[in-house]
C-alpha cells in the first residue's frame, strides 16, 4: 500500500489479514491518547536516553546491550560509557567499555559485551555526559547439562492498534530467560490504515531510512516496551511488517515500485534501521537479509529462528475460489511447484543439518507464520473434500513442498535417523493456535500416512501459535463460534481462540514443554489486567498434545532491575 495521500484505503480480501480484521476495525476507532497516559511507576523521559536501554541475542560468554541517544546536537558525535555488573546496585562490576555514536547510525548504539560467565544474571547501565540511563537486566545462555527454560513469546506489536500492556506483564515476570519475539515488531501503514487508538510517526507510510528510523524510535518511546526491553534479553526475527505487508524476497504486497521506488532499496531502508534500533546481532554484514541463526540453551533447548520473508521466499500465488472466509484455494497446479520456496535453499539446507545434528533435547523452531493446515469449512464448493479449502497462501499452506521436505527430515528415512521433540513457534496471525503437525490431518488412517485426533497419532510434531500484542483479531467471536468451526474442519487443532491479545509463557524441562496462553483484558487503553486462559504440553517422545495447567513461577529468581536511580558512580 502507497503513501496515504495517494492510495485508497486497504482493500477487503487484499491480504491473509483481512479474515481476522473484519471486526477488529470498529473496536479500534478510538481518539488517540497522548504518550504520557502510558507512563508506568519508574519510567522516565530522559533528556539522552528517552528510547531506553535493551539487552539481546545472548551467547554463553557475552550479549548484545543496546540503547539511543537523544544528542543535543543532531551532528554531535556522542561518547558512551557502559557497565556490566553482578548485582542490580552496579556494585560488583565484570566488563566496562567506551564507545561513540553518530548521526550516521541515528545515534544508537550496540555493543558486544563478552567475557561473561554463562547462564548468568546481569545488569548494566550507560552514561553520557554524566547523564545515567535506567538499569537493565539480561542473561546469558547456559552450557552442559540445563533443566529448565522459561520464555515469553510474543508478535504483532501494532502501536497503532492499541496499548502493548502485554509487555508490561511481561516485564513484572521476574522468572523469565528471555522474550521471544516472533515478527511483526512494528507496522509500516500510515495514520489510519491499519489502527487508530494511536497515531504512527511518521503518519505516513514508512518508506525511506528517515521513515523507518522514526518509527522504530516511536515504538522504543513507549513505556510498556521500555520495560520490557529493560527486565529482560530479546531473541527476536523479523517477520513481514518490518518491511511491508506480505512481503517476499523481489517485493511485497504493499510495496508499488511506481511510486515508492526499487523493492532493494526499500528493504535496506528498513534492515539498516532494524539493526541500529534492535538489540540483535548481525549475522551477515554482507548480507543483512540472513538473519536465521540458532541459540543452544544448554543441552536442554535449540532455539532455531527462521528467516521467511527476505532471503528466498517465492511470491505469494493469491487464492482463486470465493468463500465467506475470502479467497481460498487447492494445493493443486502452481501450488504443487516443488521449486517454490519459503526459507531458500540455503536456509533450508542449514535448518535441515541443525534439525539432524542438535544434541538438544528439544528443538525449537522460531518463525513467522503457521505451519499446520489451516482449512475453512467447504460450504458446499467444489473441492472441499478432506476438510475444506486451504485459506492462506502467505502461510506454509502456500508451499506445501517445502513443508513437505521439512516433514521428510522429521519424519527419517532408511539413511536419516528421525527427528523427535520438535515444537514449531509462530506469530502473524493475531490469535491463538495449539496443533499436532501432520501431513494429512484430515485423513483418519494412520496407516496410510493419516491422523488420528483421539489419539494423536500420526502427529510428527506440535506446534504453539501465540496471539498478538495489539494488533486486532476476530473481535467478535466471542463466543467461539468461528473457531469451533475452524475447528471441525481442521481435527489436528486442539485450542483456537480468535478474539483475545496477549502472549504465550513456554516452560521447558527435559521432560516436557509446555504453553501458556496468557490475555490481557484490553489495548484500547492502559490496563495492568491479565489472565491464564489455557495451557497444552507435549511430552518428550509423545511428538503431540495433551492438556496441561498453568506452571508455578520460579522461587527466588533474580530480582528485576531496579527502576529508582541514583547518581552513584559506577
Not at 248 to 263: F, I, K, P, R, Y
Not at 478 to 492: D, K, W
Not at 530 to 544: C, I, K, N, P, Y
Amino acid at each position: 500500500m502507497g503513501r496515504p495521500s495517494r492510495v485508497k484505503p486497504l482493500p477487503v480480501g487484499a491480504n491473509r489479514r483481512d479474515f481476522f480484521r473484519k471486526s477488529g476495525s470498529a473496536a479500534l476507532a478510538l481518539a488517540a491518547t497522548p504518550m504520557a497516559a502510558l507512563a508506568t511507576g519508574g519510567e522516565r523521559r530522559d533528556a539522552l536516553f528517552q528510547h531506553g536501554v535493551a539487552s539481546g541475542d545472548p551467547l554463553s560468554d557475552r550479549v548484545i546491550l543496546w540503547t539511543r541517544v537523544t544528542p543535543r546536537r543532531p551532528e554531535q558525535r556522542v561518547e558512551i560509557e557502559w557497565v556490566v555488573a553482578a548485582d542490580p546496585g552496579l556494585k560488583r562490576i565484570v566488563a566496562r567499555g567506551r564507545s561513540t555514536t553518530t548521526a550516521a547510525r541515528d545515534h544508537t548504539m550496540k555493543v558486544d559485551a563478552t567475557g561473561l560467565r554463562p547462564g548468568t544474571t546481569y545488569y548494566y547501565r550507560f552514561k553520557v555526559e554524566g547523564e545515567r540511563s535506567p538499569i537493565g537486566r539480561t542473561k546469558t545462555l547456559p552450557v552442559g547439562r540445563t533443566t529448565s527454560l522459561r520464555m515469553a513469546v510474543v508478535s504483532c506489536s501494532n502501536h497503532a492498534a492499541g496499548y502493548f500492556n502485554a509487555y508490561a506483564r511481561i516485564a513484572e515476570r521476574a522468572d523469565l530467560d528471555l522474550v521471544l519475539h516472533l515478527g511483526d515488531y512494528l507496522y509500516e501503514y500510515g495514520a489510519g490504515q491499519y489502527g487508530s487508538v494511536r497515531t504512527p510517526e511518521p503518519a505516513t507510510e514508512m518508506v525511506t531510512l528517515t521513515d523507518y528510523r522514526m518509527r522504530h524510535a516511536q515504538y522504543k518511546r513507549d513505556a510498556d516496551s521500555q520495560a520490557m526491553h529493560r527486565q529482560h534479553p530479546l531473541v527476536a526475527i523479523w517477520d513481514d511488517h518490518e518491511t511491508a505487508n506480505d512481503a517476499w524476497v523481489d517485493g511485497a504486497q504493499n510495496h508499488q515500485s511506481d511510486s515508492e521506488g526499487l523493492w532493494p532499496a526499500r528493504v535496506a531502508a528498513a534492515l539498516q534501521a532494524y539493526y541500529e534500533w534492535m538489540p540483535v546481532r548481525e549475522q551477515n554484514r554482507a548480507d543483512l537479509r540472513r538473519s536465521n541463526r540458532a541459540l543452544a540453551w544448554g543441552d536442554l533447548a535449540d532455539l532455531i529462528m527462521l528467516e521467511e520473508r527476505l532471503g528466498g521466499r517465492s511470491q505469494q500465488i493469491p487464492g482463486s475460489i470465493a468463500t465467506p472466509f475470502g479467497a481460498a484455494f487447492t494445493q493443486n497446479g502452481p501450488y504443487a511447484d516443488p521449486t517454490r520456496q519459503l526459507l531458500g535453499a540455503e536456509q533450508e539446507a542449514w535448518l535441515f543439518d541443525r534439525l539432524r545434528h542438535s544434541p538438544a533435547q528439544w528443538k525449537f523452531l522460531g518463525q513467522g507464520v503457521m505451519f499446520a493446515q489451516l482449512k475453512v469449512p467447504g460450504f458446499g464448493l467444489p473441492n472441499a473434500a478432506g476438510g475444506g479449502l486451504f485459506l492462506n497462501s502467505d502461510q506454509w499452506d502456500g508451499y506445501q513442498p517445502a513443508r513437505d521436505r521439512v516433514y521428510e527430515v522429521i519424519k527419517g528415512s532408511a539413511t536419516q535417523p528421525g527427528v523427535d521433540n520438535v515444537v514449531v513457534l509462530t506469530g502473524d496471525i493475531h490469535s491463538s493456535w495449539a496443533a499436532d503437525l501432520s501431513q494429512d490431518p484430515n485423513n483418519p488412517v494412520v496407516a496410510a500416512g493419516g491422523y488420528d485426533p483421539a489419539t494423536g497419532q500420526g502427529s510428527r510434531a506440535v506446534e504453539f501459535v501465540g496471539t498478538s500484542i495489539s494488533s486486532p483479531g476476530i473481535d467478535t467471536d466471542t463466543n467461539g463460534a468461528i473457531a469451533g468451526a475452524l475447528r471441525s474442519a481442521n481435527p489436528h487443532f486442539k485450542y483456537i481462540n480468535l478474539h483475545r491479545r496477549g502472549y504465550m509463557l513456554v516452560d521447558v524441562t527435559p521432560q516436557r514443554a509446555v504453553a501458556e496462553w496468557w490475555y490481557v483484558d484490553t489495548v484500547a487503553s492502559a490496563s495492568r489486567i491479565e489472565t491464564f486462559a489455557v495451557a497444552f504440553e507435549t511430552q518428550a517422545g509423545s511428538m503431540r498434545l495433551q492438556p496441561s495447567a498453568q506452571t508455578p513461577s520460579r522461587p527466588n529468581p533474580p530480582p528485576l532491575a531496579p527502576t529508582k536511580l541514583d547518581d552513584r558512580d559506577d
